[in-house]
């Protein structure tokens, strides 16, 4: 009996143990990133569901289900020009339309990644959004701030204000395989909280719907009036392609296998009617922890880029281009400043491994190096006059507006205040009301060292005034600059912590 109650004391105590050290690393966990938390809350709480071959979802929707959260977005007059909500981006996929200007109101879906409100989402389900609401699974609503959006993946990263939330174990989409079943969990329709069961139709599928949306920054239409040469395709689409039903406001939701892991979140439909047709496609999660993780650390995405344009290789096109291969990527344009013109990349080139992994296609390569950063190398293998060569190319980073900025509707002008070390653009409407200003330029630009970067002011925030002067463009930057008294000058602006002024 004694044995007895001494096991059971030992259980106790060891208990008390884990749950305290858990709560411990829990206080300690600001510094970490999203995945770090990930693997210490899982490694305590590890989940024991069903194998990927299983046909029974039960536990797998059950361990899901109460962090995939409802999304409710509203707009106001002001971004009924510039705003898209999730049902338009659907839309200008399905070729339907019939409506001149945004919701005043939308929803989407969201999944929770840490326990303190961190939640992935589509960049078009709280694009130019005054307000974004969060339900969470307990019905308690809570208002989300975005902390990083990006058009050229179409992923958002927001937070709520909460504690012990419900988390979905990022998995790695890398592992998935044709064929192998998937659960779609989400919002769509405004229904409460619906789980789909499909398979994994296609790996690497690329839609063309983010292109289409891009718009090209102002030097990029004045280079093309120039030269006649169309701005490099930015977006990067390697989707999971599903046949789990997808419908409208399941974006943001999240795509998972059979064992409860996060491997894509859902972003498209292709349909003729404007529901599910059977074609449902999700953004890699491997993609998304790394744009997830700019997002948390810097507000906006460290791209590295290669720095050549390409054409993806088929019979069609090796006959228009005269050549031989009908795979790989064909190098049609090198940057001059870039990371493959260093490395010895040049026109004509074919690029036909990515790290030793074959490329058939533009998402084989463009999803691989959407995980890097500027600095990072990248092994490639290229074809030139018929004898393979491996190259080893350092990403470089864009040179132009930040993602940032971009996400807001904003368009750089390349006007540069040596003073400040930075560059503007102006407010976009919809920046402006979500900051509740009625003027303002965005920094498009910092360079280091320079008064902008000491005072850690980032791309991406608003400056409403310089030396009590308003302004909306760069040269009123210009204009305000010499205004200053006694030598100082005074700035005063918005970001996503609150109004400031600075004085130098």
Known sequence: ????????????????????AYRFLERGQDGMSIEEKQKVLFASNPIKISSAGAVDFVQAAAAVSPAVVHIRTTFNSSNNSGGSSPMDMMEQFFGGGGRSRAPRAASGSGVILTPDG??????????????????LSNRKKVIAKVIGADPNTDLALIKVEATDLPVVKMGNSDNVQVGEWVLAVGFPLDLQTTVTAGIVSAKSRSIGILARNQQPTEEEYEQYQRTGKRPANSSIESYIQTDAAINPGNSGGALVN?????????AAIASQTGTNEGYGFAIPVNLAKKILEDFKK?????RGYIGVTFTPLDADQAERLKVKDIDGLYVSDVMPDGGGAAAGIKPGDI???????????????????????????VNLTILRDGQLRDMSVTLRG?????????????????????????SFSPAPAGLKAK?????????????????FDSFDISRGTLITSINGKAVNSAKDVEEALPTSRNGRTTISGVGDNGKFTIAF
Not at 258 to 266: F, P, Q, R, V
Not at 298 to 302: D, H, I
Not at 353 to 372: F, H
Not at 400 to 419: C, F, L, P, R
């Open 351 to 377: 690029i036909k491994k990515v790290e030793g992994n074959v490329i058939y296609d533009s998402p084989d390569l463009q999803e691989k190096i959407g995980r890097l950063s500027p600095g990072d190398k």
């Open 435 to 451: 900051y509740g200003v009625r003027n303002g330029v965005v920094v498009t630009n910092v360079e280091e060292g320079k008064a």
């Open 1 to 20: 009996m004694k044995r007895i109650g001494l096991v059971i004391l030992a259980a106790l105590v060891g208990g008390a143990a884990a749950i305290g």
């Open 118 to 135: 961190y939640i992935v989402t589509n960049n078009h389900v709280v694009e130019n959004a005054e307000k974004v609401e969060v339900v």
């Open 398 to 422: 864009d040179k132009s507006v930040g993602v940032v900025a971009k996400a807001n509707g904003a368009k750089s002008t390349g006007a540069s205040i040596s003073k400040l070390g930075a």
């Open 298 to 302: 810097y507000g906006a995405v460290k």
């Open 258 to 266: 059979a064992n409860g892991e996060l491997i894509g979140i859902n």
